[in-house]
């Protein structure tokens, strides 16, 4: 199904290899959906203390990556 994802304000992006994000011990890639927003995680501390921000923390799971934001907002048009 077709779908497009629209993120706005973006602070923070970083893409992973699924294959290899699931040996990444620190972090918990394995769980969750396929898109999931994340709370209360030392990125958005990081960035409400460097900017005065409060953003989202997103996760998308693809079939080959993993891809990490965070932002102000989104949209997402299916």
Same mark, same amino acid.
């Not at 973006?10 to 290899?17: A, Q, R, S």
């Not at 921000?53 to 998308?60: A, D, E, R, T, V």
């Given at each position: 199904?077709?779908? *497009? @994802?629209?993120? $706005? ?12 994000? %699931?040996?990444l ?5 394995t ?5 999931? *927003? @994340?709370?209360? $995680? ?12 409060? %953003? ?23």
């Amino acid at each position: 199904m077709p779908y *497009e @994802l629209i993120f $706005t304000e973006v602070y923070y992006f970083n893409m992973i290899e699924l294959d290899v994000a %699931l040996h990444l011990s620190e972090r918990e890639y394995t769980q969750g959906s396929s898109f999931d *927003e @994340l709370t209360d $995680t030392p990125l958005l501390a990081t960035i409400a203390s460097a900017r005065g921000k409060n %953003l989202k923390h997103l996760m998308l799971k693809t079939y080959d990556d993993i891809v990490e934001i965070a932002c102000g907002d989104y949209k997402m048009t299916i």
